[in-house]
């Protein structure tokens, strides 16, 4: 990793919601987390958290896309 454009890249596409299947039908993390240091998944942690608090607070019901991704799955 070099310099602090694809880093800011790397978090945001760790913070995203898009995540692989794996072959057994688990959610698999982001490839980019594997590309972060420390520090830098500590920051798309916290990023993450802001994110689904702010995707929370503009939902009528009060959920973030994970919310009701969960919800969608649990409906299947």
């Known amino acids: 990793m070099t310099g ?12 995203g ?11 698999g993390t982001h490839p980019a987390w594997a590309d972060l240091d420390a520090a830098g998944r500590v920051e798309a942690y916290e990023a993450a958290r ?3 608090r702010l995707e929370a ?13 969960v919800l969608g799955k649990i409906g299947e």
């Open 17 to 27: 919601a898009w995540r692989h299947r794996r072959a057994d039908g688990g959610i």
């Open 4 to 15: 602090d454009r694809e880093r800011a890249l790397l978090i945001e596409a760790a913070v």
């Open 50 to 52: 802001l994110q689904r």
């Open 57 to 69: 607070a503009l939902d009528e019901e009060g959920l973030s896309s994970t919310g009701r991704a």
